[in-house]
């Protein structure tokens, strides 16, 4: 089992800056992808940033250079820096966690947490 709690949301405006983290304990894979989603109001959820145990990252294509996703691995604390902000940006924020495949990160994570509010005024 692995939890995951996430904390750092917020309300900011457009332009401003917000960290989120992302506090895992239990069990800990040695392979591992770890990732941020987000859901707004009447939308899907969707992918925002994922990082795994080989270093690789990604992000959706909407908040490439202005988010960056990071791992503190003697933390077992995974980040989100959002700079940039928009207001397109308001969603609930989940962090997830899984296995790292022979594919690469799964599109359906095992492990998620409950989430954390992000607000963008303009």
């Known amino acids: 089992q692995v939890q995951l709690v996430e904390s750092g949301g917020g309300s900011v405006q457009a332009g401003g800056s917000l960290r989120l983290s992302c506090a895992a304990s239990?069990?800990?894979?040695?392979?591992?992808?770890m990732g941020w989603f987000r859901q707004a109001p009447g939308k899907e959820r969707e992918g925002v940033a994922s990082?795994?145990?080989?270093?690789?990252?990604r992000y959706t294509d909407s908040v490439k250079g202005r988010f960056t996703i990071s791992l503190d691995s003697a933390k077992n604390t995974l980040y989100l820096q959002m700079n940039s902000a928009k207001p397109d940006d308001t969603a609930m924020y989940y962090c997830?966690?899984?296995?790292?495949?022979?594919?690469?990160?799964?599109?359906?994570?095992?492990?998620w947490g409950q989430g954390t509010q992000v607000t963008v005024s303009s």
């Open positions: 239990g069990y800990m894979y040695s392979t591992y992808c």
């Open positions: 990082v795994a145990s080989d270093g690789k990252t």
């Open positions: 997830a966690a899984d296995t790292l495949r022979w594919f690469g990160c799964p599109i359906v994570y095992k492990y």
